[in-house]
């Protein structure tokens, strides 16, 4: 499996931008698709966005479509999650995930981050 160490996160006001990094180590980065989902106090886990291997293909949920931008760099081994026009509601504790498949399911996802924080004020 691939680990993951995501960074980037923090107290923002709304209508603010924070960029996520989450950066692999252990196995052949390009060999995964990436997603990024987020939990809430309270609220199960839901996706946010997803990239395939290759980078060309994303799709995004609709509550951050046009907001947020999801992109990889492999060569640096590296996904990206750049969240800009902040509301209050992108509060949670956001997670990168790895496999096979660039999918909205957490399920298929094999390999998981620890999280990084991300609050945002009114």
């Known amino acids: 499996q691939v680990q993951l160490v995501e960074s980037g996160g923090g107290l923002m006001q709304a209508g603010g931008s924070l960029r996520l990094s989450c950066a692999a180590s252990g196995r052949t980065f390009s060999n995964y698709a990436m997603g990024w989902f987020r939990q809430a106090p309270g609220k199960e886990r839901e996706f946010v966005a997803t990239i395939n291997r290759s980078g060309f293909n994303t799709v995004y949920a609709d509550s951050v479509k046009g907001r947020f931008t999801i992109s990889r760099d492999n060569a640096k081994n590296t996904v990206y999650l750049q969240m800009n026009s902040l509301k209050p509601e992108d509060t949670a504790v956001y997670y990168c995930?790895?496999?096979?498949?660039?999918?909205?399911?957490?399920?298929?996802?094999?390999?998981w981050g620890q999280g990084t924080q991300v609050t945002v004020s009114s």
């Open positions: 995930a790895a496999g096979m498949l660039a999918t909205m399911i957490p399920e298929t996802y094999s390999s």
